[in-house]
């Protein structure tokens, strides 16, 4: 159960577009389309984001988009807000009910 | 509306045990699952395991096996999460989250553990 990889950080402009990817292995991420991505404020709970590689819940804004290719996922954010300046964690269904997060993303918007 | 409401903060000596609860309201209790995840302070998010909120099945993360246990109770709707031999690496924030096909949709407001002597 290996954490997946995700860049510590990534940044952007109002605006622009920015792209976090998260790597697993054909065990996880490569395994099933249960890739979900979660977006953390500092002191709140986490908030989901994606589900299912792409699909995006009720209220959550369409600049937010997932994708995956292989053994790695990538969460997209377009249009960059401040408000989207948080930390981003994905998560994948590693089979037999277990779970795995990425280590973390740290988003700054410029 | 659907929420998870968990229990307050706890600080704890090394080698005692936590219970935190999480009780879940708006929904079915027993329709969905309930996972249990992590964070210390300035970290990451850490899973730590599962429950079947219908059949009690658990599936727990390697690293605690052995340390915690999750139940439930359908009564009152609520999901417990114990965890024993507390160690200082154990601080931080727990969070109860219901499982939505294999995502994380509600989230509770987290409890923080604090493991010192």
């Known amino acids: 159960q290996s954490a997946l990889t995700q860049p510590p950080s990534a940044s952007g402009s109002p605006g622009q577009s920015v792209t976090i990817s998260c790597t697993g292995t054909s065990s996880d991420v490569g395994g099933y389309n249960f890739v979900s991505w979660y977006q953390q404020h500092p002191g709140k709970a986490p908030k989901r984001m994606i589900y299912e590689v792409s699909k995006r819940p009720s209220g959550v804004p369409d600049r937010f988009s997932g994708s995956k290719s292989g053994n790695t996922a990538s969460l997209t954010v377009s249009g960059l807000q401040a408000e989207d300046e948080a930390d981003y964690y994905c998560?994948?269904?590693?089979?037999?009910?277990?779970?795995?997060f990425g280590g973390g993303t740290k988003l700054t918007v410029l | 509306q659907v929420q998870l409401v968990q229990s307050g903060a706890e600080v704890k000596k090394p080698g005692a045990s936590v219970k935190v609860s999480c009780k879940a309201s708006g929904y079915t209790f027993t329709s969905y699952g309930i996972t249990w995840v992590r964070q210390a302070p300035g970290q990451g998010l850490e899973w730590m395991g599962w429950i079947s909120a219908y059949s009690g099945n658990t599936n727990y993360a390697q690293k605690l096996q052995g340390r915690v246990t999750m139940t439930t109770d359908t009564s009152t709707s609520t999901a417990y999460m114990e965890l024993r031999s507390l160690r200082s690496d154990d601080t931080a924030v727990y969070y109860c989250?219901?499982?939505?096909?294999?995502?994380?949709?509600?989230w509770g407001q987290g409890t923080m553990v604090t493991v010192s002597s």
């Open positions: 998560s994948s269904y590693a089979g037999s009910n277990t779970w795995v």
């Open positions: 989250a219901r499982v939505d096909w294999h995502a994380f949709d509600i």
